[in-house]
């Protein structure tokens, strides 16, 4: 079983950066393609939205539109970690940031992820 625990969150003023990192540990990620290591990030009374993924094994990436560009997410093959820098943070960012993992190639849903890290709070203060 893959488990997965977020670490970097914390309070920040706005036009600032910040770097997520998701350990991730457990049988090794491994499987045809590998699997799809996300973040999500999720407000209260709001649902868990996606943010962007990246295939363990090939290093592809996807992002929500909304992000591209200011948000990017690698992975530390070594490290067995999945970062997420976030640039030019604004109170729009505000939210909890979970990591996921996937056994669908480019999976972007919510019930496409199977293993989910307990998130780590983003707090951006204009």
């Known amino acids: 079983q893959v488990q997965l625990l977020e670490s970097g969150g914390g309070s920040v003023q706005a036009g600032r950066s910040l770097r997520l990192s998701c350990a991730a540990s457990?049988?090794?990620?491994?499987?045809?393609?590998?699997?799809?290591l996300a973040w999500f990030r999720q407000t209260p009374g709001n649902i868990r939205e996606f943010v962007a993924a990246?295939?363990?094994?090939?290093?592809?990436?996807w992002y929500v539109d909304s992000v591209k560009g200011r948000l990017t997410i690698s992975r530390n093959y070594d490290k067995k970690t999945i970062d997420l820098d976030i640039e030019n943070l604004s109170p729009e960012d505000t939210a909890n940031y979970f990591c996921a993992a996937a056994e669908t190639y480019g999976a972007r849903r919510v019930d496409q992820y199977i293993y989910w890290g307990q998130g780590t709070q983003v707090s951006v203060s204009s």
């Open positions: 457990g049988p090794p990620l491994t499987g045809d393609s590998g699997h799809t």
């Open positions: 990246v295939n363990w094994n090939l290093g592809t990436t």
